[in-house]
């Protein structure tokens, strides 16, 4: 199993940025992809953005353009760059290891943990 650890949430004003980090350890050799998803209060969680060991990037439509993913195959870390944020951004960030399907699918394969909570002021 992998473990994950998510870590550079905060509190942030509109327009500012933050930098979420995800770092994995356990049996990474059998990660396929990664991603970050997202839980607003009363909200279902959401896919923010993924990133496949094949180079393979998605982002959410809400974020595209604000947003940037990478990954730090050395540390075995993965990264979101979170850049004009607004105050709909507010949630629990988490990452997730997934399985990305031949259809296109981002599948999450590792229990939840905590997240990092983001909050955006207005």
């Known amino acids: 199993q992998v473990q994950l650890a998510e870590s550079g949430g905060g509190l942030v004003q509109a327009g500012g940025s933050l930098r979420l980090s995800c770092e994995a350890s356990?049996?990474?050799?059998?990660?396929?992809?990664m991603a970050w998803y997202r839980q607003a209060p009363g909200k279902q969680r959401e896919l923010v953005a993924g990133?496949?060991?094949?180079?393979?990037?998605t982002y959410a439509d809400s974020v595209k353009g604000r947003f940037t993913i990478s990954r730090d195959n050395a540390k075995n870390t993965m990264y979101l760059q979170m850049n004009s944020l607004k105050p709909e951004d507010t949630a629990v960030y988490h990452c997730?290891?997934?399985?990305?399907?031949?259809?296109?699918?981002?599948?999450?394969?590792?229990?939840w943990g905590q997240g990092t909570q983001v909050t955006v002021s207005s």
């Open positions: 990133i496949t060991s094949g180079g393979t990037i």
């Open positions: 356990g049996s990474i050799f059998s990660i396929n992809a």
């Open positions: 997730n290891t997934v399985l990305f399907t031949t259809t296109n699918r981002w599948i999450p394969t590792n229990p």
